[in-house]
């Protein structure tokens, strides 16, 4: 099994910035995937950003491109969301998830973290 942890959410005003973090451990793979997705109040989970493993290879919604970078620590089996300008619109549960098998990067992940609460007061 693979344990998903992560932290670094919390309340920002409005064009602040924010850090997540989601540290994976467990069972190991030879290439994965790494994402972060969101869920607002009464709204369905949404596909936010992902990195390759190998290669760095890396996607983004087009409601945070150019505000949000996603990266990855290999050493520390360690993703990243960072997070600028962000509105009262990014307010959400944000979560990080892996996923194992081929295909597009937005959809089809293994396994998910238990989420962090990320506010952006207007």
């Known amino acids: 099994q693979v344990q998903l942890v992560e932290s670094g959410g919390g309340l920002v005003q409005t064009g602040g910035s924010l850090r997540l973090s989601c540290a994976a451990s467990g069972r190991t793979f030879s290439s994965y995937v790494m994402g972060w997705f969101r869920q607002a109040p009464g709204k369905e989970r949404e596909f936010v950003a992902a990195i390759s493993w190998i290669g760095g290879i890396t996607s983004y919604s087009d409601s945070v491109k150019g505000r949000f970078t996603i990266s990855r620590d290999n050493a520390k089996n360690t993703v990243y969301l960072q997070m600028n300008s962000l509105k009262p619109e990014d307010t959400a549960v944000y979560y990080c998830?892996?996923?194992?098998?081929?295909?597009?990067?937005?959809?089809?992940?293994?396994?998910w973290g238990q989420g962090t609460q990320v506010t952006v007061s207007s």
């Open positions: 998830a892996l996923k194992t098998r081929i295909g597009s990067m937005r959809d089809g992940y293994d396994y």
